[in-house]
């Protein structure tokens, strides 16, 4: 296996399962309503639904950023997107969303080579290794909030 499969297998367990710290990001929120989701159990925290498109938005500027992009500047509302419509099938598409941004990420890196691993990110002080490994701790830790969330909010 080269350092792009394991580095993938990571983010893939990150956010589909077998995740050695505890359930992923689709496990976690296989079960959560659109209303769960929406709840602010903790002043001034952020809620599931806006975590979820934070992770989403993180995975698309690294896809961007690996396909020669330079995403430097990231205004507060591309970090942190507002939950524009709070129906059931607006929390689906948010869910379909997700998934489906991480499954282009996953085809991204795919294409990657260990070469490129020690090349830098364009417009940015580190290189393609540390961004991937950061994109696999950002989702855990936000998975880990979730998780939280989840049980305070249910």
Do not use: C, F
């Not at 505890?22 to 002043?43: F, H, M, N, Q």
């Amino acid at each position: 296996m080269t350092e792009i499969e394991r580095i993938a297998d990571q983010l893939r367990r990150a956010h589909e399962g077998e995740a050695w710290h505890g359930p992923s990001v689709e496990e976690i929120l296989k079960d959560v309503s659109a209303e769960t989701a929406l709840r602010r159990p903790i002043a001034g925290s952020h809620n599931i639904w806006e975590i979820v498109l934070h992770i989403g938005a993180w995975e698309s500027i690294v896809r961007r950023r690996l396909s020669g992009e330079v995403v430097t500047a990231v205004t507060p509302e591309q970090d942190w997107p507002a939950v524009s419509e709070s129906s059931d099938s607006a929390w689906k598409g948010t869910r379909d969303e997700i998934r489906l941004g991480h499954e282009r990420l996953q085809q991204t890196i795919a294409r990657l080579t260990d070469r490129q691993l020690n090349e830098p990110v364009p417009g940015m002080g580190y290189n393609v290794y540390v961004m991937l490994h950061g994109a696999v701790q950002h989702t855990l830790y936000h998975a880990g909030q979730i998780a939280i969330l989840k049980k305070v909010a249910s």
